[in-house]
């Protein structure tokens, strides 16, 4: 049974940063693509960053391009979404989800699996 634990949400002021990490198992991360995705209150799952099976594959939301960065760490089965120079619109809660497949955009219809998600509050 897959079972994915996202933690390293809180308050953030605005222009700062946060490391969201998802811990993944039941599957490892050379089975399939992880992402991160993210849902703000009255608003639709969209999705922010993935990372293919092997990792050679990654992609990004354009709304946070230059800005967050995923990595796995295969010792941990983790993956990992830093987020630097956050918005108020970054608020939200975010979820990462496993057996995926990461193509040429975050899909929220590729992912099998999905953890219960993480709050990420961004406010003076």
């Known amino acids: 049974q897959v079972q994915l634990s996202e933690s390293g949400g809180g308050l953030v002021q605005p222009g700062g940063s946060l490391r969201l990490s998802c811990a993944v198992s039941?599957?490892?991360?050379?089975?399939?693509?992880v992402g991160w995705f993210r849902q703000a209150p009255g608003k639709e799952r969209e999705g922010v960053a993935c990372?293919?099976?092997?990792?050679?594959?990654?992609r990004y939301a354009d709304s946070v391009k230059g800005r967050f960065t995923i990595a796995r760490d295969d010792a941990w089965n983790t993956v990992t979404l830093q987020m630097n120079s956050l918005k108020p619109e970054d608020a939200a809660v975010y979820y990462c989800?496993?057996?995926?497949?990461?193509?040429?955009?975050?899909?929220?219809?590729?992912?099998?699996?999905w953890g219960q998600g993480t709050q990420v509050t961004v406010a003076s």
């Open positions: 990372i293919s099976a092997r990792g050679e594959r990654i």
């Open positions: 989800a496993a057996q995926g497949f990461c193509g040429g955009s975050v899909l929220v219809r590729d992912y099998g699996s």
């Open positions: 039941g599957f490892t991360l050379d089975d399939g693509a």
